[in-house]
C-alpha cells in the first residue's frame, strides 16, 4: 500500500453520494430519452410506442424490447431536411468562427501588449459580457435592432436610408448575435496564448471554466 | 540490538523492482546516508521507513518490533520532505506546532516545546511569518523543526539540502551535524550527493539497481570501495583494465594494456578472478619531471608511468593534470596547491614520470 | 523601426478600443434605457427610475425573480457540495471500479446540449409524477451546475502538492484529518469560485428551467423570454441592468478569490 492507495478508500467513500446523485437524475433520464428515439410515433398517451410496463412479466417485456427499432435514425438520415440543416448549421459554425478569428485575434493581440496594469483591466472587461446572460445581452442587441430600434433612427436621420429596415430576424442579425455572443470566448484563450500566462492564471476558474456552448434558440 | 532493522525488504512498481531484497541494520543515535544514482531505489526505501510505501516483502523492526504496515501517521518517525512541504496556510508556528497539536499535547507544552524549536534553528522573530514571507534557507529550517519538534525515534531527511544554493549547503550540513550529535538523535539521509554524504554521515549505505551494494564509513567508502562501480561512483578514478600475471608476498602483479605491467598490494579478502582492474584515486598519483629511484622487491613497489601533459586545470586549492600515456590512454593526477607561488607547476606539452606506489592502488573485480 | 511599432501599437490600440466598444456598446445603450423615462423605447423622455420601480411593484416577476434567485442559491450550494466530493473522488480515488462511468457522467452535461439535459429530466419528473415547480428546476441546475463544479474543483486538487497531505500523515493526521486541515484550506478558493460559477449557470438557464418547471412557477429568463417575444418593454431593461450589475460585483469578488488561489498555490510548489 502507498500513501495514495490510503487516500484512496475515504476519496471513494466520498464520491459515492455524488455517483448516486448523477445515476439518478443523469443516467437514468439519459436512458428515457435514448428509448423513446428507438421507439415508433403513436397518437396515444405517451406518444410514443412501446410503453415498458415492469409490472407485466418478463415476456411482455421482452416484446416491448422487441419492438425498438432504429427507424427515428433512419429517417434523419433519409429526410433531406435534416440532413440540410445539419449542412446549414456547419456552413454557419464555420462561417461565424472566421468572422470570430478575424475580430478577436487584432483585439486579444491588442490586450498582450498593454501595459501590465492595464491587462488585468482589459481582462476584466471582456470576462463581464463572457458571464452574462446570453438572453441579457442578446436583449441588448433588439434594442439597437428592433423596426423603430436605435440604428434605425440613425440610418433615418442620416438620411442613408428613407424607410426604417428590417433587421431582426435576417441573417445577418443572426450573425451579428453568434459573433457577439462568442467574441469573449474567442479573445480570452487567444490572449491567454499571446501574453504567455503561466498555466496557475489559466487555472483560474473565471477563465478556464468550460462554459458549454448553449443553443437557446436564438 | 538496532535500533532499526530492514530485512530482506523488497518493493516493487508494476514490472520494475524498486528496492530487492534489502537488509540493513542502523544503530540509534547515528548519522546513516543512503546515497545513490536517482532512481536506485533509496528514496523508496526511505518511504518505506516512513510508512508511505508497504513493502513487498521484509520487515522493518524499529526498537525490535515490525512497523512495515503501520500507517504513517502512527510510527514515531518523522520525515523532512525534499521539497519541504510546509504548509502554506499556517504561520511559521502553526507548521511546527502541527504535529504537536495531533499528538494531543497540552497547549502549554506546544508552546513550550514550539519556542525551543524556534530557538533550535533559529527561526525566533520569525514565527507569525507565512511560508511564502521566508527565504529558502528559512523554510528549510522550518522543515526541519516541525519534523524534529514531535522528537521522533528516528529522523528521516529526503535530500535535505539539494534546494540550497551551494554556501548555504555548506554551512547548513555542518548546522545538522551539529543539531544531530547535540539531540543525540538518529537520522538517515537521502542523498545523490555523495560529498554530502561523506561530510555528514558516520556511515554510507551506497545503493544501486534497488541493492545496497556497500556499506561503510566515508574513509573506508572511498579508500576500499568494494566494486569497480562503486569507485566510479565515489569520486574521481583511473582504471586500467588488465590480467594477474603473478602473485607474491600479498602483491599481485597485474599485466594492463593501457599502463604495462602494475603492482598492487593485495587487500583482504584477496581476488578470486584473474580478470580484474587496477584503480588508483588522481590525488595519490605523484608526477615529477624525473623518475624516482626504485627499491626492486622492497616494500614500496613504485609503478612509474611515463608521458606528456596533455592539460592542466586550475581549481584553486588542487590542480588538475591529465597526462597522455605512451600507450594513448589518460591518467589524471591532482596536485595540491600547496604553496602560493609554484614555481615548479606542470605546463601542457611537457613530458613527465606519473609514478605511484603498490599500496596506493586498489585491485578491482568485474 | 521605432516608428512601425509605434504604428503597431496604434493599430492595436485602436481595434482593442474598437472591440471593447463592440462588446460594450448593446449593453451601456441597455442601461441607459433603463433609465429612460418614456414608455417608448426609442424616444428619449429624460432620466428616471420609473421602471425600476416598476418591477419592484411588478409581483409576478418579483416573484420570478425571487424563484431564481432561491434555485441558483440552493442549487449551487447543493452543487458545490456534490461536485466537491466528486473532485475528491476522481482527483484522490485512484483507479476504481465505475471510475469511466462517473467521470463520463460528470463530463457529458459539459457538453451535451441543454435541451436533452431538460427533456430528459422532464421524463424522469413526469415518470415519478412529481410535481413540476422549485424543486424539480433545483434538481436539474443541480445536476448540471455540479459538473461545472467538479471541473474546477477537480483542476485545484490535481495541481496541489501531495507532499503536502504525506506531510500532514507524517505528523500524525489520519486520510480524513489531512483533507480536512491541509488539502480543504488550500482548495478554498476554488469551492468559492465553483459556488460563483453555479450560481450564475443556474440565474442564467432558460432551456433546463422550461423544461423543468411547472405551472405558476417560472423563473426570471423564462418570464423574460416569454415578455421579449411580445416586443421590448423598458422594465425588462431596468431588470437586465440589474443583472448586469450583480454579475459585475460576484466577478469582482471571484477574480479576488482566485488571486488569493493562485498566490497559496506557488507557494505550495516546490523551490
Known amino acids: ?218 | 540490538m538496532p535500533l532499526l532493522r530492514i530485512e530482506g525488504v523488497a518493493k516493487s512498481f508494476g514490472n520494475f523492482r524498486a528496492v530487492d531484497k534489502l537488509s540493513l541494520d542502523i544503530r540509534a543515535g547515528e548519522f546513516f546516508a543512503l546515497l545513490g544514482p536517482s532512481g536506485c531505489g533509496k528514496t523508496t526505501l526511505l518511504r518505506m521507513l516512513a510508512g508511505f510505501e508497504t513493502p513487498d516483502e521484509g520487515r522493518i523492526l524499529l526498537g525490535g518490533s515490525d512497523i512495515a504496515q503501520v500507517l504513517p501517521h502512527e510510527r514515531p518517525v518523522n520525515m523532512m520532505f525534499q521539497n519541504y512541504a510546509l504548509f502554506p496556510h499556517l504561520s511559521v508556528r502553526d507548521n511546527i506546532a502541527f504535529g504537536l497539536k495531533r499528538a494531543g499535547m497540552a497547549r502549554r507544552d506546544i508552546a513550550t516545546r514550539v519556542a525551543e524549536m524556534v530557538a533550535l534553528v533559529k527561526l525566533e522573530g520569525l514565527e507569525k511569518r507565512k511560508p511564502d514571507q521566508l527565504s529558502g534557507g528559512q523554510r528549510q529550517r522550518v522543515a526541519l523543526a516541525r519534523s524534529l519538534a514531535r522528537r521522533p525515534q528516528v529522523l528521516l531527511l529526503d535530500e535535505p539540502l539539494a534546494a540550497l544554493d551551494k554556501k548555504l549547503r555548506e554551512s547548513t550540513q555542518g548546522e545538522l551535524m551539529e543539531l544531530q550529535r547535540r539531540l543525540g538523535m538518529t537520522f538517515i539521509i537521502v542523498t545523490h550527493d555523495q560529498e554530502e554524504a561523506m561530510t555528514m554521515a558516520g556511515r554510507i549505505g551506497v545503493m544501486d539497481a534497488g541493492r545496497l551494494v556497500q556499506v561503510a564509513t566515508p574513509r573506508n567508502l572511498y579508500e576500499a570501495p568494494a566494486s569497480r562501480w562503486i569507485a566510479e561512483f565515489v569520486g574521481d578514478i583511473n582504471l586500467f583494465h588488465g590480467q594477474v600475471a603473478a602473485r607474491a608476498n600479498g602483491r599481485l602483479t597485474v599485466a594492463t594494456a593501457e599502463a604495462g605491467t602494475l603492482a598492487v598490494s593485495e587487500l583482504w579478502p584477496p581476488v578470486t578472478k584473474d580478470v580484474v582492474s587496477v584503480a588508483i584515486r588522481p590525488e595519490k598519483v605523484k608526477l615529477s619531471r624525473r623518475a624516482p629511484a626504485t627499491d626492486e622487491g622492497g616494500t614500496h613497489a613504485i609503478n612509474r608511468l611515463e608521458g606528456v601533459v596533455a592539460d592542466v586545470n586550475y581549481l584553486g586549492g588542487v590542480t588538475s593534470y591529465r597526462v597522455k600515456l605512451e600507450t594513448g590512454a589518460v591518467l589524471r593526477a591532482s596536485m595540491a596547491n600547496t604553496a602560493r607561488l609554484d614555481v615548479d607547476a606542470y605546463l601542457a606539452g611537457q613530458r613527465v614520470v606519473a609514478w605511484f606506489t603498490a599500496d596506493d592502488c586498489l585491485v578491482l573485480e568485474q | 523601426m521605432a516608428r512601425t511599432v509605434t504604428r503597431l501599437t496604434r493599430f492595436n490600440m485602436t481595434s482593442l478600443a474598437a472591440g471593447l466598444a463592440f462588446l460594450y456598446l448593446p449593453i451601456v445603450i441597455l442601461v441607459i434605457y433603463s433609465f429612460n423615462a418614456s414608455r417608448l423605447v426609442t424616444v428619449w423622455g429624460g432620466w428616471s427610475l420609473r421602471w425600476y420601480h416598476e418591477f419592484f411593484n411588478d409581483r409576478a416577476m418579483l416573484e420570478a425573480a425571487w424563484m431564481s434567485l432561491s434555485v441558483a442559491a440552493v442549487s449551487a450550494t447543493l452543487a458545490t457540495l456534490l461536485g466537491t466530493l466528486a473532485a475528491v473522488g476522481l482527483a484522490r480515488g485512484e483507479r476504481f471500479r465505475g471510475r469511466a462511468l462517473f467521470s463520463g457522467m460528470l463530463y457529458s452535461p459539459l457538453v451535451m446540449p441543454e435541451v436533452i439535459s431538460g427533456l430528459s429530466l422532464l421524463l424522469l419528473f413526469v415518470a415519478l409524477n412529481a410535481e413540476r415547480g422549485f424543486w424539480t428546476v433545483t434538481i436539474a441546475h443541480t445536476t448540471l451546475t455540479m459538473c461545472f463544479v467538479t471541473v474546477v474543483v477537480q483542476s485545484r486538487l490535481s495541481a496541489l502538492d501531495r507532499s503536502l497531505e504525506e506531510a500532514a500523515m507524517d505528523l500524525g493526521c489520519d486520510p480524513v484529518r489531512a483533507f480536512l486541515l491541509v488539502t480543504l484550506p488550500l482548495i478554498v478558493p476554488a469551492i468559492v469560485a465553483g459556488w460563483m460559477l453555479a450560481f450564475t449557470l443556474s440565474l442564467d438557464d432558460v432551456v433546463i428551467a422550461s423544461f423543468t418547471t411547472g405551472p405558476g412557477s417560472a423563473t426570471l429568463p423564462i418570464r423574460i423570454y416569454s415578455e421579449v417575444r411580445l416586443g421590448v418593454k423598458p422594465e425588462i431593461n431596468a431588470i437586465c441592468t440589474l443583472a448586469i450589475a450583480l454579475i459585475a460585483v460576484i466577478i469582482v469578488v471571484a477574480s479576488f478569490a482566485s488571486k488569493l488561489s493562485n498566490a497559496r498555490g506557488e507557494s505550495a510548489a516546490p523551490l
Do not use: C
Not at chain 1, 7 to 19: E, K, S, T, W
Not at chain 1, 62 to 72: E, G, M, R, V
Not at chain 1, 150 to 170: D, F, K, Y
Open chain 1, 1 to 218: 500500500m502507498s500513501a495514495r492507495r490510503i487516500f484512496a478508500r475515504p476519496a471513494r467513500l466520498a464520491a459515492i453520494a455524488p455517483y448516486l446523485w448523477m445515476v439518478l437524475f443523469f443516467l437514468v433520464p439519459f436512458g428515457f430519452v435514448l428509448k423513446i428515439s428507438l421507439s415508433q410515433t403513436a397518437i396515444a398517451q405517451p406518444p410514443y410506442t412501446p410503453v415498458f410496463d415492469f409490472t407485466a412479466g418478463r415476456a411482455a417485456l421482452a416484446a416491448a424490447f422487441a419492438q425498438l427499432s432504429l427507424d427515428n435514425f433512419r429517417l434523419l438520415i433519409q429526410d433531406n431536411l435534416y440532413i440540410l440543416s445539419y449542412l446549414r448549421s456547419l456552413v454557419v459554425a464555420v462561417s461565424s468562427t472566421l468572422i470570430l478569428l478575424l475580430i478577436g485575434y487584432p483585439i486579444a493581440y491588442g490586450m498582450a501588449r498593454l501595459p501590465q496594469r492595464w491587462q488585468g483591466i482589459a481582462m476584466m472587461l471582456v470576462i463581464v459580457p463572457f458571464w452574462t446572460s446570453f438572453l441579457i445581452r442578446i436583449y441588448a442587441w433588439i434594442n439597437i435592432l428592433q423596426h423603430d430600434g436605435l440604428l434605425n433612427q440613425v440610418l433615418l436621420a442620416l438620411h442613408i436610408v428613407s424607410a426604417p429596415v428590417i433587421w431582426l430576424s435576417t441573417d445577418s442579425a443572426m450573425y451579428l448575435g453568434i459573433v457577439y455572443s462568442y467574441l469573449p470566448f474567442m479573445i480570452l484563450p487567444l490572449y491567454a496564448t499571446l501574453s504567455k500566462l503561466d498555466a496557475s492564471m489559466l487555472e483560474a476558474p473565471a477563465i478556464s471554466a468550460p462554459r458549454r456552448d448553449r443553443r437557446s434558440g436564438w
